[in-house]
């Protein structure tokens, strides 16, 4: 049988030719549903591939191509290569947060300098699977710079519906560079959410933002991937920033397959981590998932800033199925654990520091304990947010101590005086 799109609502069914993002019967948010049934899905199979310089396979996403798209001809894959990033146990990292280990998986380390890219090449591979010659995205700043990516590799037009302030330099540096259309509009994230959708669905153009289930089964691959760096033994902990909720609803679905087809023998709980400022699933959590509100989001961690997601429904799905608990952390708390993460060396952007900030917090909860096994994602690279850090390390950011300061140094153009200095 091949994929199909299918309602987690109402479980009505749509051909994946369909350009068709929500359920056209309840509104409901769809799934890509592959038949498992006649692959032959191994740790063997998966193992076999590393190492491999071919493509599809030698990609981070392709590798685990049974589980992400069976169906698709190889010669029809628009891929960067992406994927291969590497886990990293820091103990720098775990002593901060309380915890005898963490890993943290470095989705910073993709072609783009960010975890999208693997929901790019899926994204965009189904559009030109369609036929499609123009794509579209709202953005924070890390989809639009890899949707602009992946559309330049496709010969497609990328068209991306930007916030006017607030959006990390390096991110929109990506965008312009790569030769999207940019839009800069007066309005948040989630405004430029629902217009990117009205606009495009007037103009006949493909939307790329997570709400395009396709995005989701590139995303999996992260869970594929760490749970294969780890000997596919199952951690205790998944720790993720929440935004849009498209990881977190990934890393559900792909954690559900992987025990489905026996790769893992038991799931890990999912942590998802809000800025305090763009916190609603957290405060839906905490009511019990009763009258979902959205938010006015403020935050440092402008990846996140984002009041009303719009994958809701599959992040609280994905937290059902684990055992999952949801957090929020000052953006205090967050640029602290990104200067801990920075300093080993590794570095990230503010929004991906919510994994280290939130394990620490739910450490302290009581919620994870010290020895559980702890795996979170880091979502986004150190370059892409450089005024964040330099305003930090500067005591420029309004509101935040650099408790972690490392404070740039000021010489004359002396010898004496410098080797003073640094005496
Ligand atoms: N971390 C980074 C660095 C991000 O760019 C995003 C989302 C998230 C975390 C949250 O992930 O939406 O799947 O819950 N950025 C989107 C964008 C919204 O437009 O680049 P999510």
Known sequence: MPSILHCMDCAQQYPIQRVIYTCEVCGGLLDVKHDFGGERISRQLFDGRLGGLDAPFASGVWRYKELVYPGIGDRSIVSGMEGNTNLYPLPRAAAYAGVDAIYLKHEGENPTGSFKDRGMTTGVTQAKALGMTRVAC?????????????????????????????????????????????????????????????????LGIYVLNSVNPFRLEGQKSI?????????????????????????????????????????????????????????????????????????????????????????????????????????????????????????????????????????KKLVERGVIKRGDSVLGVLTGHVLKDPEATIGYHADRLEGIAPSYRNQMLQAADDIEAIVKLLS
């Open 138 to 202: 709202a953005s924070t700043g890390n989809t639009s710079a890899s949707m602009a990516s992946y559309a330049a590799r496709a010969d497609m037009q990328g068209i991306i519906f930007l916030q006017d302030q607030q959006i990390a330099l390096g991110k929109l540096a990506q965008g312009i560079a790569f030769g999207a259309t940019c839009l800069q509009i007066n309005a948040d994230f989630d405004r430029n959410m629902e217009l990117v959708q009205l606009v495009s669905e007037r």
């Open 223 to 359: 869970m594929f991937e760490a749970l294969q760096q780890l000997r596919w033994r199952t951690p205790d902990w998944i720790v993720v920033p929440g935004g849009n909720l498209g990881n977190s609803s990934a890393f559900g679905k792909g954690l559900l397959e992987m025990y489905e087809v026996g790769l893992i023998d038991r799931l890990p709980r999912l942590a998802i981590v809000q800025a305090e400022g763009a916190n609603p699933l957290y405060r839906h959590f905490r009511a019990g998932f009763k009258n979902f509100e959205p938010v006015k989001a403020e935050t440092i961690a402008t990846a996140i800033k984002i009041g009303n997601p719009v994958n809701l429904q599959k992040a609280i799905r994905a937290l059902e199925w684990t055992s999952g608990v949801v957090e929020e952390v000052s953006d205090q708390q967050i640029m602290d654990a990104k200067a801990v993460i920075d300093s080993a060396g590794i570095g990230c952007e503010p929004a991906s520091a919510c994994s280290l900030a939130g394990t």
